[in-house]
Nanobody, 121 residues
Framework: EVQLQASGGGLVQAGESLRLSCTAS????????IGWFRQAPGKEREGVSA????????FYADSVKGRFTISSDEAKNTLYLQMNSLKPEDAAVYYC??????????????WGKGTQVTVSS
């Protein structure tokens, strides 16, 4: 059974940093892509960043490029999202998601419970 548990959210001021973690069970990162999505109130869920360990590829949404960094620790089966220079528009519930296959470009098919990120201006 796949389980994804995100943590690390909180309330920060604009310009500050947070690191999100996603602990995975039931999957290994060398066989499935894994990534981060977010959803703000009244908005659609959007892909933030994803990683495909099978080929080393990374995806970042334009809105977070240069500020967010995705990484993984395969030994711990944990995914991270380092978020720097946070902006009020980054506020959302952040979810980690499992890919359908090794490449994130094939889409995701499972989302775990999210963690709230709030950014005050």
């Amino acid at each position: 059974e796949v389980q994804l548990q995100a943590s690390g959210g909180g309330l920060v001021q604009a310009g500050e940093s947070l690191r999100l973690s996603c602990t995975a069970s039931g999957i290994t990162f060398d066989r499935y892509a894994i990534g981060w999505f977010r959803q703000a109130p009244g908005k659609e869920r959007e892909g933030v960043s994803a990683i495909s360990e099978a080929d080393g590829s990374r995806f970042y949404a334009d809105s977070v490029k240069g500020r967010f960094t995705i990484s993984s620790d395969e030994a711990k089966n944990t995914l991270y999202l380092q978020m720097n220079s946070l902006k009020p528009e980054d506020a959302a519930v952040y979810y980690c998601a499992k890919g359908r296959s090794t490449g994130y470009y094939y889409g995701m098919d499972y989302w775990g419970k999210g963690t709230q990120v709030t950014v005050s201006s």
